[in-house]
Nanobody, 129 residues
Framework: QVQLVESGGGLVQPGGSLRLSCAASGLILDYYNIGWFRQAPGKEREGVSWLSMNDGSTYYADSVKGRFTISRANAENTVYLQMNSLEPGDTAVYYC??????????????????????WGQGTQVTVSS
C-alpha cells in the first residue's frame, strides 16, 4: 500500500522560503512519477511540480518557475519541494502525489484526470505578513 506523508508547511512572510518533504513508502520511486499539487480556498487543485522518473525530467507550473525546485533524495524514498521567493498567491494546502509510470501518467499526463494517483494528507502553506 502506497503511503505519502508530507511535512514542512507553515506560516512564512512574503519573500521567504520553505522546504516541503514527501516521504513515500510502499513503492519503489524509480517506477513512479511523483510531485506536488496545491489547492487554495475556493480554487481547483492544480499541479505545481513533478518528477518524471522514466526520463528524469522535471516539470513546473508557470507560476512557480524560477522560484520552486523539486528534487529527490536518492538514498531515501523522499521528494522535496524547495520554495523560494514565496508570494501570498502561493498560500494553499500542498499535496504530494504519486502515480505508476504508464501511458496516462507520463510527462504532462501526470496532471490528467485519466492518471490514477495516490495522495498524501496535505500540508498547509500560508504566505502572509
Amino acid at each position: 500500500q502506497v503511503q505519502l506523508v508530507e511535512s514542512g508547511g507553515g506560516l512564512v512572510q512574503p519573500g521567504g522560503s520553505l522546504r516541503l518533504s514527501c516521504a513515500a513508502s510502499g513503492l519503489i520511486l524509480d517506477y513512479y512519477n511523483i510531485g506536488w499539487f496545491r489547492q487554495a480556498p475556493g480554487k481547483e487543485r492544480e499541479g505545481v511540480s513533478w518528477l518524471s522518473m522514466n526520463d528524469g525530467s522535471t516539470y513546473y507550473a508557470d507560476s512557480v518557475k524560477g522560484r520552486f525546485t523539486i528534487s529527490r533524495a536518492n538514498a531515501e524514498n523522499t521528494v522535496y519541494l524547495q520554495m523560494n521567493s514565496l508570494e501570498p498567491g502561493d498560500t494553499a494546502v500542498y499535496y504530494c502525489a504519486a502515480a505508476e509510470l504508464d501511458y496516462y501518467c507520463s510527462g504532462y499526463g501526470f496532471l490528467s484526470p485519466a492518471c490514477r494517483r495516490d495522495w498524501g494528507q496535505g500540508t498547509q502553506v500560508t504566505v502572509s505578513s
